[in-house]
T-cell receptor, first 111, second 114 residues
C-alpha cells in the first residue's frame, strides 16, 4: 500500500463549481500535512498547510481527520487558473524533514 | 529574484555519460533536498543535506552522489547514466528547525538519457 494515496483524476469541472479532493495516508505517526500545487512542467508550490482544526484560505479549505488518516481539500468557485495537479504531502514523525508526496490529483477547470 | 535555482534546465545526454546538476538557494535555509519526478509524475525524495551534512539518503543507486560545498548549494553528480535515469530532478530548500518547514522548489532539470 502506498504511504500517501490520492485519486489521480482527472477531475473535469466547469468554472464556478465546487470540487473536493481526498487523500489517505498509511502511517498513523504522521506529523504535518500539506497540499502542494503543481502546474504542468513547473515545480510544486505550497498551497496550504493542513491543521487539525481545519483551515481556510480564500476559496480553499483543508481538513484533517487523524482517526481516519484522511486529508481533504475543497475548492469553491473554481477558476480556470485552478487547473493544475494537487499533491497531498505528509511529513512522518521522526523522518527529519522528509516529505512524502502522493501521486497527485489532476484538476481541469473548463468554461 | 530567484529563490531556488537549478542549472541546467534541460539536459540531454547519452547512456554511460557522467553529468552534474547544480542547485543554489538564496533564502538562507539550512536544509536542501534532491527529488526525482518520473514519467508517472511521482515525486520522490533522494537526498537531503542539513548544514552540509547528509541527513536523508533514500535507496538510490550509488551512481548518484550529492555534494554540498556550503549551505546555499547542493549539487548532484550522476555517473554512468542509464535510460531509467530520465526524469525531472527538483532541488528544494527549507528551514529544518522552522515552525512551518515549508519546502521551496527549484524549477527542475529535465534529464533525458538516450
Amino acid at each position: 500500500r502506498k504511504e500517501v494515496e490520492q485519486d489521480p483524476g482527472p477531475f473535469n469541472v466547469p468554472e464556478g463549481a465546487t470540487v473536493a479532493f481526498n487523500c489517505t495516508y498509511s502511517n498513523s505517526a504522521s506529523q504535518s500535512f500539506f497540499w502542494y500545487r503543481q502546474d504542468c512542467r513547473k515545480e510544486p508550490k505550497l498551497l496550504m498547510s493542513v491543521y487539525s482544526s481545519g483551515n481556510e484560505d480564500g476559496r480553499f479549505t483543508a481538513q484533517l481527520n487523524r482517526a481516519s488518516q484522511y486529508i481533504s481539500l475543497l475548492i469553491r468557485d473554481s477558476k480556470l487558473s485552478d487547473s493544475a495537479t494537487y499533491l497531498c504531502v505528509v511529513k512522518f514523525t521522526g523522518t527529519a524533514s522528509k516529505l512524502t508526496f502522493g501521486t497527485g490529483t489532476r484538476l481541469q477547470v473548463t468554461l | 529574484d530567484t529563490a531556488v535555482s537549478q542549472t541546467p534546465k534541460y539536459l540531454v545526454t547519452q547512456m554511460g555519460n557522467d553529468k552534474s546538476i547544480k542547485c543554489e538557494q538564496n533564502l538562507g535555509h539550512d536544509t536542501m533536498y534532491w527529488y526525482k519526478q518520473d514519467s508517472k509524475k511521482f515525486l520522490k525524495i533522494m537526498f537531503s543535506y542539513n548544514n552540509k551534512e547528509l541527513i536523508i539518503n533514500e535507496t538510490v543507486p550509488n551512481r548518484f552522489s550529492p555534494k554540498s560545498p556550503d549551505k546555499a548549494h547542493l549539487n548532484l553528480h550522476i555517473n554512468s547514466l542509464e535510460l531509467g535515469d530520465s526524469a525531472v530532478y527538483f532541488c528544494a530548500s527549507s528551514h529544518l528547525s522552522g515552525s512551518t518547514d515549508t519546502q521551496y522548489f527549484g524549477p527542475g532539470t529535465r534529464l533525458t538519457v538516450l
